[in-house]
């Protein structure tokens, strides 16, 4: 249902454009289930999709162990990079070309560049793709929902962080969506698959 919602609304969106892609946020706290509603609907709407998480910012360990909420926020990920080197040329026509972030022990930008077709469809999928700095690039931002046990079930399944730093990343989420984007600043909220 997640999908038909989401996919219904872009596509009445499609209707009014004539030039320029529309671009697509699916935003939700860790584990939520952007990741699967950007696939389904990259596939039926034949769009491009961009993985938030590639833009996980190079800090060093113990400048990001010291970055409070507010903090994490503004720098856990680079939404600068985002922007320049993929909304930017994708709205224009133009493919994307970035670096991601590598997410092996040694962290730090990967070697291989991504190449990202310009589609009519670009969907930003994870946590913070909804951000203030990105809304003017942005068409629809779509708030992905998952109870809180279900996400921390997914979590666990994965294997992903370690027990200290889910607090600090909990904190960081929990400000974003209350003091930054809450709830009523998104388009559309949809149920998390």
Do not use: K
Request: charged share 25%; hydrophobic share 40%; with cysteine.
């Amino acid at each position: 249902m997640q999908s038909e919602e989401a996919a219904g609304l872009v596509m009445e969106l499609m209707a009014t454009r004539t030039t320029r892609a529309l671009v697509v946020a699916l935003d939700g706290r860790s584990a939520a289930g952007t990741s699967t509603l950007a696939a389904a609907l990259g596939v039926r709407l034949a769009a491009s999709v961009i993985e938030g998480d590639d833009f996980y910012r190079d800090l060093p360990e113990q400048e990001r162990w010291a970055l409070d909420a507010t903090e994490g926020v503004a720098e856990y990920f680079d939404w600068q990079r985002l922007r320049g080197e993929v909304l930017v040329p994708l709205r224009t026509g133009r493919a994307a070309r970035y670096r991601p972030f590598s997410w092996t022990p040694s962290g730090g930008l990967s070697d291989r560049t991504v190449t990202v077709a310009p589609t009519p469809v670009i969907i930003l999928e994870g946590v913070y793709t909804g951000r203030p700095e990105l809304r003017d690039l942005v068409d629809l931002a779509v708030l992905v929902e998952t109870p809180t046990q279900e996400r921390q079930r997914r979590q666990v399944a994965r294997g992903h962080g370690n027990d200290a730093w889910w607090p600090r990343w909990t904190a960081a989420e929990d400000h974003y969506f209350t003091t930054i984007c809450p709830r009523q600043s998104f388009d559309l909220v949809v149920p998390g698959a």
